[in-house]
């Protein structure tokens, strides 16, 4: 057998879905039988022959195979394969764990190794155990077999130990957890990766346990982990805050220490403590101790800081927080948990929210009616805590920037009174697993001033780290722009389309909407009418006229001054704005269309319109149906509205893309049927078309791009008038 040429490396089997691949040489023998039938049909199971191969290799498949799912492994596959073609043997071909792979790998994992643990994941999780401490007994193992002691799970060949401790009897004890498929799937999974990783990663991977912490855990226990360079950075301000000499000076406690990592790079290990909520990072924490971390191992503690007593603390921090004078050397240095009762992810009552995580505890309980709305949050237990039972503490903490102006947390901002000293802010996703663009700032509040929050100034930085500038914010805010728009709101009889918004701050701004139909969850409905059009437009155009970033995400748009009344040219450039945004999704679909802003013989229509409400409002035909609105009592004039030229533009582009529509419907486009009442949404929905149920960004009828295109390039210019108008009027501070 193979007299000329090598033998593969490989068999393999294939199908649509995974290649299964097992060496050539762990079945070469069954190719030297002499008393072998290879002339008999393979898909006859019942041959001798087939029952001697699959016999035979059986036990050598489940230890020896490496499968590849074609769509999930499209990655690792190509390598494989690139591999072989250089002609590299077995153990070179397979992937090496390392700190840049082994979240994609611990992922892959979830998938095909977890299940076939015999755990119940939902009672470990509710004791504390989680899946990522298996994987870490798998990786950082040898032979099956864990390499690190001090892991909190430990793989031991065929099953896994974990809650190893001394009984009452002095005796050593654990607890068991067996495969449920003898071990099948988790042999296979390891065949195709290299373990342990090299001996100058273990540490970092242990530290970055909190990466494999579950997200709803992760929230509960303030397991999300620092980068170093905000580490870094908030260790320099609190060196130009409170002196070169600080950590020589002052205690530090962080009471939501997760692996340890925002102590990084401190020095003075005696003055320093760390507790966490969970036993495995406080195991961590230890292991890190004896590879090096400076950290003191006794003052290194499991601590439930939102319900256990400070009786439970270690006598040397027990005795800095009794001391009034320690105290006011201590400093509170945290990157707390992120939990809300209730948000926009957990809406109220559908049994989800918070029921044992951000109100089942007794900080919540103790401190709840004085907080307020606050008091759903997590990081607001853990500051009022400190507020109320260390005065005189250092607070120096990550958190977004709810405390200084969310509507929220004007309960908090009336007890917690202590001096801002120093505050920078950065995008929260250059944070693991933040994926929203908003600002997440590092505080340095001196709790031995009583002091209320005002007007702030933070220093800005970029993902980057370099300092970009300095952004202010303002602690005692007029009342939101929706208490304005809502004196306004009519019944909705005869409305010619609803306004949705909701929140009063940029991160809400995709919220903001108008169309015929009903509300969803969270949304508020102000009914437009003639009287109120102009106020619905204008908060629509001071909503949508500003980009959203990351720096103004948690601005609050604001009740304004009276000087909008008096501003026409303001009013007009909303409106011509509203009539042309995106965010206004009138279809004529839903009922008779009242927002065509042109004649039909502007647009060279082919039929009538059904309703010419809107320029017959713009020439001043319509008057609003009640005295009581924004002209203060005064009957409202019936002159044609005046635009400006950027509005005017607005409407030279906008005439063009329906004039485009009744000439060119039958070119391409969605529908065959002519409608002359389209609206704009009509009108992209027919030339862009849908995939599922969104419409596309684009349509293959290039010409109306480029008119779409001219009058998006128009709507950006006039909006950046508006925006100007914003702060002028009071919307934005």
Known sequence: TYDKYFPPIYL????????????????????????????????????????????????????????FNFEDDAKELTKFINNLRKNKVFGENRLRVDKNNFMHVYTRWLKEVKNTISVDWNLAKKAGIIDGDFYLADLLSNDNISLKEKLYVLLKSDHYELARKVNSMGMFESQRADFVDNKKAHTQFWNKYIRPPQREYWDYIVERRDLLVPQDVRERQGSFFTPSKWVELSQQYLADTLGENWQDEYYIWDCAAGTGNLLAGLLNKDRIFASTLAQQDVDAMLDRISNGANLKKSHVF???????????????????????????????????????????????????????????????????????????EVFAQFFIRVYQEMP??????????KILQASAFADFRKIFKAKLENLFIVPANTFDNVKGQFPIGFFIWNTQVQEEIGDVTADVYDKDGNLLGTKGFYGNLPESINRWISQYNNTDVNAIATLFYRGSDFQNKKYIYINRGSTVAHDVEFYVKSNNLILASIYFSVRHCIEATWLNDRDQFLYPNDSWKEDKEFQSNCLAFTLFHGQNRISSREGTNHWIPFTEEEVDAQGDFTSHFMTDFIKGKIKPEQANDMFSGAEAE???????????????????????????????????EYNPNVSLYDIKLHFKGVRGNRMNNRSRDETFNALMDELGEKLKALGACIAEKVYEHGFLK
Do not use: C
């Open 12 to 67: 393999g089997s294939i199908d649509a879905e995974k290649i299964t691949l097992i060496p050539y040489s762990k079945i070469s023998d069954i190719f030297y039988m002499n008393d072998f039938n290879w002339n008999v049909t393979p898909s006859n199971h019942e041959t001798r022959e087939f029952k001697l191969v699959q016999d035979r290799v059986k036990a050598i498949i489940d230890e020896n195979a490496l499968i």
């Open 638 to 672: 019936s002159s044609a509205i005046e635009f400006s030229p950027e509005a005017k533009a607005v409407f030279d582009a906008g005439r063009e893309v329906w004039r485009y529509y009744h000439n060119n419907y039958k070119s391409i486009g969605v529908y065959t």
């Open 302 to 376: 499991q601590f439930d800081f939102l319900n256990d007593s400070f009786a439970n603390l270690p006598q040397p921090l027990q005795d800095i927080i009794n001391d009034e004078e320690k105290r006011k050397k201590l400093i509170i240095y945290i990157n707390p948990p992120y939990k809300e009762a209730t948000n926009a992810r957990v809406p109220v009552g559908n049994g989800e929210n918070a029921a044992g995580v951000a109100t089942d505890n007794e900080t919540y309980r103790r401190y709840r009616d004085i907080l307020g709305r606050a008091s759903n």
């Open 392 to 401: 005189g503490a250092t607070l120096a903490e990550f958190s977004t920037l």
